[in-house]
């Protein structure tokens, strides 16, 4: 159990704890079967830590165990960002940075910060005066932007829409509506299982002319982007989305 760190000596000594250490935030593959997609250099860096915070300890050891550290796995803490106890994790992360030690942030796939709650840990490394050093990996919001031919300049991304149909719709025109006066690009994401409705209540829901894009299984097996005004998506061929992970875009 992490002991809770005295809250007067961090209020007036608030970069004690930066003596050495470094929070290193580490890339996860975004599809399965896909550690090609993250650099040498970033699983040389993971060889040599004993210490994470994860969105989920078991993706987290799967992929410790897939990059093929040599140190054993019982030997290596992982502490699980728990959305009930967030204060557990910033404890641990307080306690480890007083001994020195160097820690890595795991994302459940992708780039940690980013759409991830780890975000709450990088902000807690600055304020403690921790570097912290971003790795180069995956991060599924900018291949498809990049894979949608809209605008890249300007663009937001909005986690998930409301889940049922009416609500939904009203969403979607709603971005649509600032990404004509804004001229910017709306992402979001869904859980696989919703991708199907998303694709159905967007082709009826928006304009003939607005883009709307799909990016699902980004660096995968059955990796699938299309990009087209609504009115030509009939040409797209693909009336069905598999269950996997996508971003989609209006632009």
């Given amino acids: 159990m992490w002991l809770k760190s005295d809250p007067q000596s961090e209020l007036l000594f608030p ?3 930066a003596t050495m250490s470094t929070l290193y935030l580490i890339p996860v593959p975004i599809a399965d079967d896909a550690l090609q997609t993250i650099p040498p250099y ?3 860096i993971v060889e040599q830590l004993d210490f994470f915070i994860a969105e989920r300890a078991k993706t987290a050891r799967h992929f410790l165990k897939a990059s093929g550290t040599s140190r054993p796995l019982q030997e290596i803490t992982v502490v699980e960002i728990d959305e009930r106890d967030p204060q557990y994790a910033r404890e641990a992360f307080l306690q480890t940075i007083k001994s020195g030690r160097d820690i890595g ?3 459940e796939a992708g780039c940690p910060g980013v759409a991830d709650p780890g975000a709450d840990i ?7 005066g921790v570097p912290v050093r971003p790795l180069v990996g995956p991060s599924s919001l900018l291949l498809a932007l990049m894979a949608s031919g809209m605008n890249g300049q ?16 009203r969403a979607l025109r709603q971005l649509e509506q600032q990404a004509s006066r804004q001229k910017q690009t709306q992402i979001f994401i869904e859980t696989p299982y919703r991708s199907q409705m998303v694709l159905e209540v967007a082709l009826e829901a928006l304009q003939p002319q607005t883009r709307f894009g799909v990016a699902q299984d980004i660096t995968g097996a059955q990796e699938w982007i299309c990009s087209l005004p609504v009115r030509d998506w009939p040409k797209a061929g693909k009336k069905v989305l598999e269950k996997l992970p996508a971003v989609f875009l209006i632009g």
């Fill in 105 to 107: 942030l795991l994302s």
């Fill in 122 to 128: 990088v902000a807690l490394a600055h304020e403690r």
């Fill in 15 to 17: 970069y004690f704890y």
């Fill in 42 to 44: 970033v699983r040389a």
């Fill in 154 to 169: 300007s663009f937001v991304f909005h986690g998930y829409l409301p889940p049922k149909r009416p609500e939904l719709a």
